[in-house]
């Protein structure tokens, strides 16, 4: 995922703003929330994208994540689950 630092949105005051650094953001979740910028978020349906790995050192411009979806659907076709198949990730097992 690209990421600015220098040129992301205060969705509070809806003005350009500086990002921290990322340091341990391993781990964390990468979420869509589907509203226009300076909606709330309380009640909107978020959908989890991806965990964060990793931050290089060589790129500060770039996160890197690994999909959800890629797992729930190793998931799905290895315990033959009653869920939705991927329509993104097309995986042979």
Not at 24 to 29: E, L
Not at 47 to 67: F, H, K
Request: charged residues 25%; aromatic residues 10%.
């Amino acid at each position: 995922m690209q990421f600015d630092k220098e040129n992301v949105i205060n969705y509070v005051t809806k003005e350009k703003a500086v990002a921290p650094d990322l340091y341990g953001m391993s781990g964390c979740g990468l979420w869509f929330v589907p509203l226009p910028i300076g909606k709330a978020a309380n009640n909107c349906i978020k959908s989890l994208i991806a965990i964060m790995t990793d931050w290089p050192t060589e790129n500060r411009n770039v996160m890197v994540g690994t999909r959800i979806g890629f797992f729930t659907e190793i998931i799905r076709k290895k315990y033959k689950l009653d869920l939705p198949k991927s329509l993104k990730i097309d995986l042979t097992i």
